[in-house]
Structures are given as structure tokens and as C-alpha cells.
């Protein structure tokens, strides 16, 4: 079950800052922004069989992963845009 976990959240869990502030916020700016880039020269040279290979078991595939990218930051940024 361990190696679920770790294969679930490679990073590890979520874990909130006690303290929030511009620097965290500017990072965190420059991680959304520099990852459609990381990931387009991550799996560029991949195969089509590559790109549909489950990550982990009962998981998604590369591909599907990439997509879900895509589709979670314009829906953030939508309900940001309307936020506003």
C-alpha cells in the first residue's frame, strides 16, 4: 500500500503553509507558467504507446495526465476570470 502512496502523490501530499506571502505567491506564479513548456519537451519524443501507458497501476495514462493539465488550469483560470 506504501508504494500506492507514493506512486499516487511522487511529491508527497498537499500540506498547506502556515504563512502565505508575495514571494510564495510569485513562485507559485512561475511554476504554473513554466510547466505547459516542461511538459511539451518532457514528452515530446514519446511514442503514441508510451503516451498511453498507465503511470501506476488503475491510473491514468500519460497522455490522459497531460490533458487533465490543460483542462484543470483553464477551468481555474475561468473561475478566476469570473471571480474577478
Known amino acids: 500500500m506504501e ?5 499516487k502523490y511522487p ?3 498537499f500540506q498547506k503553509p502556515s504563512e502565505l506571502c508575495k514571494e510564495h505567491r510569485a513562485g507559485w506564479i ?4 513554466e510547466l505547459p513548456e516542461k511538459l511539451k519537451k518532457e514528452v515530446s519524443g514519446l511514442s503514441d504507446a508510451q503516451l498511453d501507458t498507465p503511470y501506476r ?3 491514468w495514462t500519460v ?3 497531460i490533458h487533465h493539465f490543460a483542462d484543470s488550469h483553464i477551468n481555474a483560470f475561468i473561475r478566476f476570470k469570473l471571480a474577478l
Open 11 to 13: 511529491v508527497g501530499r
Open 57 to 59: 497501476p488503475e491510473g
Open 3 to 7: 508504494d500506492l502512496e507514493h506512486l
Open 63 to 65: 497522455r490522459q495526465t
Open 30 to 33: 512561475k511554476i504554473i507558467e
